[in-house]
DNA sequence: CTCGATCCCTGGACGC
DNA sequence: TGCGTCCAGGGATCGA
């Protein structure tokens, strides 16, 4: 599942991949996950790909404000936007050659001047794509939070330490910090020895700023490693990531700590499951995990 | 402000 | 082998 490091990959990726091409054509498949389909129709041809950047779990596509001399023809578009792509769960976006077979639940395809085409598959349809011009897409960033890379130790104190929301909580809402998902919140606050149902309010400074480099030194890594593939991450070249096998706790449930040897458990916290050390991330009062599942074997009776 | 529930969607795992 | 059921989860939304 696409988080920072993911879509960090995938923007490098791609930003070797395709930048300063062109868009030639536009053809779309399922568009439910679309903010307007006819916008991307309508403003995609003709223009470049000047620039890839990422925005939390956001990809952003900046694209030139006119064609230039070119047989594409174009709508005349002058004003700067940008194609907004966000992975959802099941998200891939790679160049292909456009005579390569699409596969499956292949929804959206452009056209590169190169004849290749950069196609969007997402089976889930959990993403989003959206083309945005300056002022809306200014807007549509405004409610996102600190970027967990940059964020200093006083901001990240002061967006977490107070609040009442459990930390798990806090540190997937991306109107506090843009970017983590459940894989990279269970990581850090395993490593912060934090449990995740704790409260914002019950860590102390020193605690708060722990999980801060906890944060970004597994963001950092996993960049490095090129993200996690669970069930189907690949990245602009259409390969997998490495750093799941780095994981700690996320989907570690019943394996033994890597610190004390404890059974990792599962809980659910903020709607999502979650994996912790019982031992080493002692949980608040009244927290329940969830009974250990029994080892599953091929047959067991 | 914070919570849980519900919905979106499909594929994979599992039970019988 | 096959079918039904559950679960995974980011995000929006709604009601408590």
Redesign the pocket.
């Known amino acids: ?3 920072l490091p993911e879509v960090e990959t995938v923007a490098r990726g791609l930003r070797r991949a395709i930048l300063g091409r062109r868009i030639v054509s536009v053809t779309l498949g ?1 568009t ?1 996950f679309i903010d307007d389909p006819v916008a991307l129709e309508q403003h995609l041809p003709g223009r470049e790909i000047e620039a890839v950047e990422r925005y ?3 990809m952003l596509l900046r694209l030139s404000t006119a064609a230039r001399a070119s047989r594409v023809p174009t709508n005349g578009d002058v004003v700067p936007a940008s194609l907004l792509v ?1 992975l ?3 998200g891939q976006i790679a160049p292909h050659p456009a005579e390569q077979p699409r596969e ?2 292949t929804h959206v395809c452009l056209l590169l001047d190169d004849g290749r085409e950069l196609r969007y598959t997402d ?4 993403g ?1 794509i959206a083309y945005l011009t300056e002022t809306p897409l200014a807007e549509e960033l405004l ?1 996102f939070g600190a970027d967990p890379l940059e964020v200093s130790g006083k901001e990240f104190a002061s967006r977490i330490c ?5 930390i798990k ?2 540190l ?1 809402d ?1 109107s506090v910090l843009r970017g983590v ?3 990279y919140a269970d990581e850090s606050l395993w490593r912060a020895k934090i449990h995740p149902a704790r ?3 019950q860590l102390n400074k020193k605690q708060a700023g722990t999980l801060r480099r906890a944060l970004q030194e597994i963001l950092k890594k996993a960049i490095v490693m090129r993200g996690s593939s669970i ?2 991450f690949l990245d602009a070249e259409g390969e997998p990531g490495d750093y799941q096998r780095h994981h700690r706790a ?2 570690r449930e019943g394996r033994a700590c890597y610190r004390c040897k404890s059974a990792i458990r ?1 809980g ?6 979650s994996y912790f050390c019982p031992k080493c991330q002692r949980a608040p009062r009244g927290f329940a995990a969830l009974p250990l599942p ?1 080892a ?1 074997r091929k047959k067991d009776n």
Do not use: C, W
């Not at 659910?268 to 499951?273: E, L, M, N, T």
């Open positions: 599942m696409p988080e399922k439910d939390g779990k956001f966000h959802g769960m099941t499956k639940h089976a889930r349809r959990f989003r409610g107070g609040r009442r929301a459990r909580a806090l997937l991306q998902g459940n894989i409260t914002g309010a069930s189907d996320y989907g599962r659910i916290v903020a709607g999502r499951s029994r599953k």
